[in-house]
């Protein structure tokens, strides 16, 4: 600012500074604060990566992803190391067209090594200053190690259940109301009843009320508690069948 001799402004001088991508900038930082993941992402309005970048933790070499020159100006499914996720990449594409939130969308990659891992999106719309859509950005996390362990485990249950299934010992589970939850084939063997019909019935409903209340009071000491309890039981179906068993009872909690 320039004033003359009698104090008035002659001229004023000043610059003017294009924030533009000082705005976009703080843009992504909002938008990766928001969200976490192994790696921010964005594709433009017909799907396509525009930009991936990389935490900084994050060793792209040897993750999930193939390094980002590979997905630049491409869709996910023309990705060939990437199979579709649950209900294929048609409909995923569709969610975003309509241009939905999403989360948790888990597919396979196919590293080049010929290891397999397993990669988890999540994403959201974006827009231009006129509101106009331009896209989607996220975020995408490598769950390769969580993904492992939630298949040992479902191989796991798996076994376990063949075991409780085929086990010549019969075995049974109740909920605290005494209810049947599961019962295997030894144990409806045992009874000359059919696996469904004692299912979510208790023991007054196929045993002779005496022994019924016997087998109620095994399993309200459990109740109280918790641990292992064996006790020789005299068994008489309300068919009339008799034989005696040696039963163990063992509480389980969460």
């Given amino acids: 600012v320039a004033r003359n001799s009698r104090g008035n402004f002659e001229w004023v001088s000043g610059t003017q500074i294009d924030v533009t ?11 990766r604060s928001e969200m976490s993941g192994d790696w921010y ?12 970048d990389y935490g900084s933790s994050y060793k792209a070499e040897a993750g999930a992803l ?5 997905l630049i100006g491409v869709r996910r499914d023309q990705i060939e190391s990437f199979d579709p996720p649950v209900g294929g990449w048609d ?3 569709a969610r975003m067209d309509r241009h939905e939130t999403f989360k948790g969308v888990a597919y396979r990659v196919r590293r080049p090594d010929g290891r397999i891992a397993w990669v988890e999106a999540d994403g959201r719309p974006r827009t231009n200053d006129d509101g106009e859509f331009v896209g989607y950005e996220g975020v995408g996390r490598d769950i390769t190690d969580r993904q492992r362990i939630t298949e040992e485990l479902r191989d796991s249950l798996a076994l376990v259940d063949a075991l409780f299934e085929f086990i010549p010992v019969p075995v049974l589970l109740k ?3 005494g209810r049947v939850v599961r019962a ?14 004692i299912v979510g019935k208790t023991a007054e409903d196929y045993l002779e009320p005496a022994v019924a209340r016997q087998l109620a009071a095994l399993h309200n000491r459990l109740l109280d508690s918790p641990g292992v309890l064996t006790a020789e039981v005299t068994y008489q179906t309300r068919s009339g069948r008799q034989f005696d068993a040696l039963v163990s009872k063992a509480s389980m909690t969460d």
């Fill in 21 to 31: 991508e000082r705005k976009h900038a703080e843009q992504l930082w909002h938008a």
């Fill in 41 to 52: 992402w964005q594709t433009d309005a017909q799907h396509r990566f525009v930009q991936v």
């Fill in 66 to 70: 193939p390094p980002d020159q590979l």
């Fill in 91 to 93: 409909a995923f594409h």
């Fill in 175 to 177: 909920d605290r109301l």
């Fill in 184 to 197: 295997n084939k030894a144990y409806a063997t045992l009874l000359g009843e059919p696996v469904d019909t």
